[in-house]
């Protein structure tokens, strides 16, 4: 019996991305009609998608609570509409950071999307290199956690120095530098930051030696950009080398991110089109993830696995 057919269905949140992915899988992305009500109230309309294999892709960015409400009915209707499968694909997945309660009276954001998402209609979830590795486990549908490290490693490979230094701006970068100093066989320096609010913080002390040696900050996301210019201050007065490179998977850039890492005079900033691109040119790159994703969907739709996502090359 023949596989049912792939369709990619395309939210409003990154079209570019999804068409691009569509091309790679060789077929046509389905876009959807969204109609708005005068209060705000969404209704997108899909094209006949019955008894097909669908991927529905919308990256849940800013603004983040409206894409994840589009995301949540285009995966009813997908099912209400009679799909074969239904796969949700969020290169990025917003409320990741609230994997944890830090205070008593919190939820436990990234549970509660996630189950919204399996209940809205998602047979599986596909990931790209979500904020934390324990999302899988508060997912109740299979997760297939795809990753942008080979790729942005690979684009930092051909002008970094041999004598780099990976950093990771902060404690919970950590995982994601060793990822890319793997493969770029680079040893790892760890700042140690203290956030005072949620576009202010402070990089305190620096645990490697960076003294004279270009450098790499690798970090999953970039929102305000507060992490990175401190890192980066830091990284200064500490003697390492002046034209400093950044390395990130999503690109948020909210609020005047773009601004501060301008002024910073930074070599480099790099990261994927997991967020729809707002700015490029002489300070953001963008690097296509849509190859990685188009492999991870010809996988899922074929039955075979998906390689796993920290899998290092040699």
């Not at 949540?72 to 499968?85: F, K, V, W």
């Not at 508060?138 to 004598?163: D, F, K, M, S, Y």
């Not at 140690?192 to 004279?212: F, P």
């Amino acid at each position: 019996m023949s596989n049912p057919i792939l369709r990619v269905v395309s939210g409003t949140a990154n079209p570019g991305l999804a068409a691009a992915v569509a091309n790679h899988l060789g077929v046509e992305s389905d876009g959807c009609d969204v109609a708005r009500f005068p209060d705000g109230e969404l209704r997108p309309t899909i094209e006949n998608i019955c008894g097909a294999d669908v991927y529905v892709i919308q990256p849940t960015a800013p603004p983040v609570n409206e894409h994840i409400i589009e995301l949540m009915l285009l995966l009813d209707a997908c099912r209400r509409s009679r799909a074969a499968r239904v796969t949700a694909v969020l290169p990025y997945f917003g409320y990741a950071r609230q994997d944890r309660r830090t205070a008593a009276g919190q939820a436990l954001g990234s549970s509660v999307i996630a189950d919204a998402i399996a209940g809205a209609g998602a047979d599986r979830l596909v990931i790209v290199d979500p904020h934390t590795a324990a999302l899988e486990a508060q997912c109740r549908i299979p997760v297939e956690i795809v990753t942008a490290v080979p790729t942005l490693a690979g684009e930092l490979a051909a002008e970094l120095p041999e004598n780099s230094v990976v950093v990771a701006p902060d404690l919970g970068a950590v995982k994601i530098a060793e990822r890319y100093a793997g493969i770029l066989h680079d040893p790892v320096a760890i700042v140690r930051k203290q956030r005072e609010n949620g576009s202010a913080v402070s990089a305190l002390d620096i645990a490697g030696d960076v003294c004279g040696r270009p450098v790499v900050i690798i970090d999953d996301m970039i929102t305000t950009g507060a992490t990175i210019e401190a890192a980066a201050q830091l990284l200064r007065t500490r003697g390492a080398a002046p034209d400093i490179v950044v390395a990130a998977t999503h690109g948020l850039f909210v609020h005047a991110a773009v601004s501060r890492l301008r002024e910073l005079d930074l070599g480099r900033v790099i990261v994927t089109d997991t967020v729809a691109p707002k700015e490029t040119g002489a300070v953001i790159e963008v690097c296509s993830i849509a190859p990685t994703l188009a492999a991870a969907i010809a996988c899922m739709h074929n039955d075979k696995p998906v390689p796993p996502a920290g899998r290092r090359r040699s």
